[in-house]
């Protein structure tokens, strides 16, 4: 009950937490087969409330019991909404003695033709990159197939969640869904050997969803790599996408730049840092954007009229939604420390407030107005939505129209710098042309 209730507003909260939404790959969904989703897992929670809202089935979910022990948490809600406890080894032998029934459990739910989502990583750390898989998912498709002698068709999806941002409000996000790979092309190694079974399993997993996932090798990449990011999305325009979109190329464009950083040699590596920080620095030092440069500041003459005339909607937007929107913040913050929460508990947050917001507003609206009153949360929500997007319309007016204030001002040092992000965006293609030569 409480599954359903809660998916349709976490939908409408997915829109106003994050810029754009990519899902791409959603042919690959088994329709009506029993299918374990495994997804990379770089927050605590928020790629299973993603995944599970764009499906028609319901999903189950692994959750690390240690999160039912917060002093946040709500474990008969988490049970409401499908979540189930697995435990690991630094939570106690006792707790892990448990496992064994939810393995029994978990399998009769997958049976029964449901949906199941596990990180086959384990544990969250808000970064791009995997890291080591557990056999458990592999365990339990395979313990599901053998109780039916592999007769029947079982599947794991493999899933790319995958964040410009991981704690971001605002941010993007995209979703891939793999080729789901077919549990009956293991029942001779299973029959043979059930742990080299699930070894395999598991290393074919891994395998397909790092083709789904941005990955940088070194951490010490990672500046390198970002800033490159906001070069080429700028670059390929991807701003003029959706905020619904299922463009596979804006994760694959995430991708190359990545890949591009993990195969190059360190001095290649070091010139292309240096470059692209010399480039960042001077957009820094006179406090403008990169989006600015490559527009050359044009204004957006349809921008500026549609911004203008939805200006008092997102007035209205920020007054009517500023108590639930600053209470979740506050609730966030008061209650949030390590980042791989930040984000799916600002999500949970902002429904609960919204949600108490709504109820009052409804009782004490119907007692001095009317039932019609109903309709001002959902009223307030879009304005809400306005209010947001509306007020990145405005930042990207502005901050070209202080570039072309800038260039006015010192037209040889704009020169310079459109040179200098032009040279950029060609030496970065040039070696990623020459990797891929390399690898075919």
């Given at each position: 009950?409480?599954y ?6 976490l ?19 088994p329709?009506?087969a ?5 997804s ?16 028609k089935?319901?999903?189950y979910?692994w ?5 039912f ?5 709500f ?14 080894p630094?939570?106690?032998?006792k ?8 393995f029994e ?12 989502f ?8 808000p970064?791009?990159?995997l ?8 365990r ?10 592999f007769d ?5 999806l493999p899933t790319?969640?995958?964040y410009?941002?991981?704690?971001d409000f605002r ?5 891939h869904?793999?080729?789901p790979?077919?549990?009956?092309n ?5 029959e ?5 079974a699930?070894?395999?399993?598991t290393?074919d ?14 951490k010490e ?15 390929n ?6 905020v ?7 994760l ?13 040699s360190g001095?290649?590596k070091m ?19 990169d989006?600015?440069?490559q527009?050359?500041g044009k204004?957006?003459?349809?921008k500026?009229?549609?911004s203008?005339?939805?200006f ?13 929107v600053?209470?979740?913040r ?16 600002a ?22 107005i ?12 879009g304005?809400?939505?306005?209010a947001f997007s509306?007020?990145?319309s ?12 800038w ?9 310079k710098l ?13 070696l990623?042309?020459?990797?891929q030569?390399?690898?075919?």
């Amino acid at each position: 009950m409480i599954y359903q209730l809660l998916r349709l507003p976490l939908v409408v909260l997915f829109f106003f937490f994050y810029r754009r939404i990519y899902i791409t790959g959603k042919e690959n969904i088994p329709q009506q087969a029993p299918t374990l989703i495994a997804s990379n897992h770089s927050t605590a929670f928020m790629e299973q409330i993603l995944v599970a809202s764009l499906q028609k089935r319901s999903v189950y979910f692994w959750a690390r019991g240690s999160v039912f022990e917060e002093k946040w948490s709500f474990p008969k809600l988490f049970a409401q909404a499908h979540l189930i406890p697995i435990w690991r080894p630094q939570e106690g032998l006792k707790k892990m003695q448990q496992n064994q029934q939810i393995f029994e459990d978990s399998k009769d739910i997958l049976l029964d033709g449901k949906m199941f989502f596990i990180a086959p990583e384990g544990n969250s750390v808000p970064e791009k990159r995997l890291r080591t898989f557990k056999t458990g998912t592999a365990r339990l498709a395979l313990l599901a197939a053998a109780a039916d002698n592999f007769d029947r068709a079982i599947f794991i999806l493999p899933t790319g969640v995958n964040y410009t941002y991981h704690c971001d409000f605002r941010s993007e996000v995209m979703v891939h869904f793999g080729a789901p790979i077919s549990i009956q092309n293991y029942q001779s190694l299973y029959e043979e050997n059930p742990v080299m079974a699930a070894k395999q399993l598991t290393q074919d997993l891994k395998a397909a969803i790092s083709k789904e996932v941005v990955i940088i090798d070194q951490k010490e990449d990672e500046l390198l790599v970002e800033q490159l990011h906001i070069l080429m999305r700028n670059e390929n325009e991807h701003y003029k996408d959706k905020v619904y979109s299922n463009n596979e190329k804006r994760l694959r464009l995430e991708q190359k730049v990545a890949n591009t950083c993990n195969q190059l040699s360190g001095s290649s590596k070091m010139d292309l840092l240096q470059q692209s920080n010399a480039y960042f620095q001077q957009i820094t030092n006179h406090q403008l954007t990169d989006l600015a440069v490559q527009q050359q500041g044009k204004l957006d003459g349809f921008k500026l009229i549609q911004s203008s005339l939805l200006f008092p909607f997102s007035i209205v937007g920020q007054i009517g939604g500023a108590i639930p929107v600053k209470a979740a913040r506050y609730l966030r913050n008061t209650n949030v420390e390590d980042l791989q929460f930040w984000a799916p508990m600002a999500v949970v947050f902002s429904l609960l407030t919204w949600m108490i917001y709504s109820l009052i507003i409804g009782l004490v609206g119907s007692f001095f107005i009317g039932w019609n009153v109903l309709f001002i949360p959902p009223l307030l929500v879009g304005l809400q939505y306005i209010a947001f997007s509306n007020q990145e319309s405005w930042s990207s007016i502005l901050t070209n129209r202080n570039y072309r204030y800038w260039k006015n001002q010192q037209p040889s040092k704009a020169q310079k710098l459109e040179r200098d992000r032009a040279l950029l965006v060609k030496k970065y293609k040039a070696l990623s042309k020459n990797i891929q030569s390399l690898q075919h």
